[in-house]
């Protein structure tokens, strides 16, 4: 699956049989449709500005989610959140997953979409970059403070969580 997937529209019906009108219905399904996709009311990740410019891993969200997915499925401890993931070889992705009793897991999951994950025992040592940008399912906590920004994330119509990131060092 290609990063960075994009919203489109088109106009059929009876507003097509005039050409002043059929112009009027496209440019108002656009609208809709780009409104439709905006990340900050929880549209599709390519909405305003897309994936790609998402804060570190993030920009992945697209190509990792049927990783996430899968790994979210395990269990990995209550209310848990992801500090940090990314791609690997063969058709999987790594991530660090953490949950609200403070325990940590790394989990290895498809990308393929047929939900395979596996969970492993998480370094004792934070990974370079883990938890700057962390993904927040349903559930979970969501930062908040001076030094957070959220956005939610839906991609391909279905919400993946809040993408909450620092923005002070």
């Known amino acids: 699956m290609p990063i960075g997937h994009g919203c489109a529209a088109s106009g059929t019906g009876a507003a097509s049989k005039a050409p002043g009108r059929r112009l009027a219905a496209l440019l108002a399904v ?28 993030a920009k992945f969200l697209p190509d990792l989610k049927p990783a996430i997915s899968a790994c979210l499925a395990q269990p990995v401890g209550p209310a848990p959140i992801i500090l940090k993931a990314w791609p690997m070889n063969h ?29 492993h025992a998480a ?27 959220s956005e939610n994330v839906a991609i391909g119509g279905s919400f993946l969580g809040t993408l909450a990131y620092k923005t002070c060092s």
Do not use: F, Q
């Open 91 to 119: 058709g999987s992705a790594g991530m660090r997953i953490a949950a609200s009793n403070g325990a940590k897991v790394d989990c290895v999951g498809s990308l393929g979409g047929d939900g395979k994950a596996s969970l």
């Open 30 to 57: 656009t609208a809709l449709a780009l409104s439709a996709c905006a990340t900050t009311g929880g549209g599709d990740a390519a909405g305003s500005g897309g994936a790609s410019s998402y804060p570190g891993w």
């Open 123 to 149: 370094g004792t040592e934070p990974l370079p970059g883990e938890a700057e940008v962390i993904l927040v399912p349903v559930g979970s906590t969501v930062p908040t403070g001076a030094c957070w920004a």
